[in-house]
């Protein structure tokens, strides 16, 4: 391993840039600033742009005409790191470990973008130029939802108009094993808050007189799912085409399926939506999931309290034939009619996004196949589709008009979003091999 791409590697890791949390915010500003004196070190011109939320860093080479133009996204903002007394080391103090290196967003998506960025670099000083117009854009909202991105899609279209998008910030079904990624979950977020008596009280003098929010709302909770682990609000599955068969066939010949997931999950046994295998579960079926939930006394030992409120913070995935707005309009008069009598029910939508689903062989999805070959030699290319979100993909469509080729170097248990996530040297390394060829190979069609 170069020991300067480590370097940059371990340094990219170490600001903390938590998009979510208010405090981090100087942090996640000074790791834009990093990431544009990269950029600007391989060989782009850079301009850092503010937002309403955190910078967005947009990097280019100059643009010949006759040429094609690529856009490479991704993202240098993280998930939050805790829970911190589940890492073995601090998650901002990245450490190597038989050549994995572990921090908070080694894998996601530090890892990935740098890897593109280093890529470049390289190409810049050994053939003084790159083979295609390159547009490299690093956001920090991911991890949100992306929320200010789109409106500067809107505002810069022109300087952003491309002929096609490639991230790296999905899974590979293996180490070694390249994986194209033609479909992404969507996702749409939602907070109950469910409230009862104007303060705390005292259960043994009001408890059977006045209702218990925690009760009523693991109630809501309850009514999300039948007890096949179907989703039971009515009308949640419309629209939905059912899996093709030739998908079915591929993806059980994967290498990797439910004996994988219980060893890389460490769960008791699998559990799901009954008909379905577990990668057709998280590849192509919608879920609705508890993220978050609270409410009442936490500390230790007992407290004799009614809570006056309690809240659950849920997520959906949602899949291609469903709409964000349509299916959560749903759920809201769903968890309203089945609202317990005695509390107040709030409900606050959160970000989302549409699912994405797109063609692996197409011309480009096949010059992006033939790049992963060369960058992971000696297997076939998997090609899948992801149970995650980037929900800006399907916001590249609508505003720039273009398709994002998924090309992700991520491992099963990178545990990514999870304490103790990494990235092993050998994918970072595979990585820039990967974005030479991948240029290379686009350059092809012109
Ligand atoms: N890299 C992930 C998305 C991903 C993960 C795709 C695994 C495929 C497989 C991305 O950074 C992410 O975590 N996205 C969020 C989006 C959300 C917060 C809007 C997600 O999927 O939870
Ligand atoms: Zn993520």
Same mark, same amino acid.
């Given at each position: 391993m170069n020991s300067a791409y480590l370097d940059d590697f371990l340094t990219f890791l170490r !600001?903390?840039?938590?998009?979510?949390?208010? %405090?981090q915010k100087h942090h996640v500003a000074a790791c834009a600033e990093w990431v544009s004196a990269k950029l600007r070190h391989s060989g782009l011109q850079v301009e850092v742009h503010a937002t309403g939320g955190h910078p967005i860093v947009v990097g280019r080479n100059e643009h010949r005409p006759g040429r094609r133009t690529v856009m490479i996204y991704g993202h240098y903002d993280v998930q939050p790191?805790?829970?911190?007394?589940?890492? %073995?080391?601090?998650? !901002? @103090?990245p450490r190597v470990v038989n050549n994995i290196v572990f921090a908070r967003g080694a894998t996601d998506n530090k890892g990935q973008i740098l890897a593109h960025i280093l890529g470049i670099g390289e190409t810049m000083r050994e %053939?003084? @130029?790159?083979p295609v117009n390159l547009i490299v854009l690093v956001e920090g909202e991911e991890e949100i939802g992306s929320e200010h991105l789109e409106q500067f899609l809107t505002t810069h279209r022109e300087e952003l108009r491309c002929d096609l998008i490639a991230v790296s910030d999905t899974g590979m079904v293996g180490q070694g094993h390249p994986t194209f990624t033609y479909g992404l979950r969507g996702i749409a977020a939602l907070e109950l808050k469910v409230t009862g008596a104007a303060t705390d009280l005292h259960s043994g003098i009001y408890g059977g007189a006045v209702a218990n929010p925690a009760m009523a709302l693991a109630r809501l909770l309850s009514c999300l799912h039948d007890s096949e682990g179907r +989703?039971?609000?009515?009308? !949640?599955?419309?629209?939905i085409p059912p899996l093709e068969s030739w998908e079915r066939e591929a993806w059980a010949k994967l290498p990797f399926g439910d004996e994988e997931i219980l060893a890389v999950t460490g769960a008791p046994e699998l559990f799901g939506e009954?008909?379905?295998?577990s990668l057709e579960r998280t590849w192509a079926r919608p879920t609705a999931e508890v993220n978050g939930i609270g409410g009442g006394f936490q500390g230790v030992g007992t407290k004799t309290v009614l809570p006056r409120e309690a809240f659950a913070k849920l997520t959906f995935r949602l899949v291609p034939g469903q709409n964000p707005e349509v299916v959560m309009a749903k759920v809201r008069v769903h968890l309203l009619a089945h609202c317990p009598p005695g509390v107040k029910l709030e409900m606050t939508g959160g970000h989302a996004g549409e699912p994405y689903v797109t063609n692996p062989n197409s011309p480009d999805g096949v010059a992006a196949q033939r790049a992963l070959k060369r960058a992971f030699p000696g297997k076939e290319v998997a090609l899948i589709r992801e149970?995650?979100? +980037?929900?800006i993909v399907n916001t590249f469509k609508r505003i720039l008009g273009v398709e994002t080729l998924l090309l992700g170097l991520a491992?099963?248990?990178?545990r990514a979003h999870a304490p103790n996530e990494n990235f092993p040297l050998e994918n970072f390394e595979a990585g820039i091999r990967l974005n030479r060829a991948l240029l290379q190979e686009l350059a092809r069609l012109t």
């Open positions: !600001f903390p840039s938590v998009s979510t949390d208010p %405090e790191a805790d829970p911190l007394e589940l890492w %073995e080391a601090p998650p !901002f @103090e %053939e003084g @130029e790159l +989703i039971a609000v009515p009308g !949640f599955y419309n629209g009954a008909g379905y295998t149970g995650g979100s +980037i929900p491992l099963p248990d990178c």
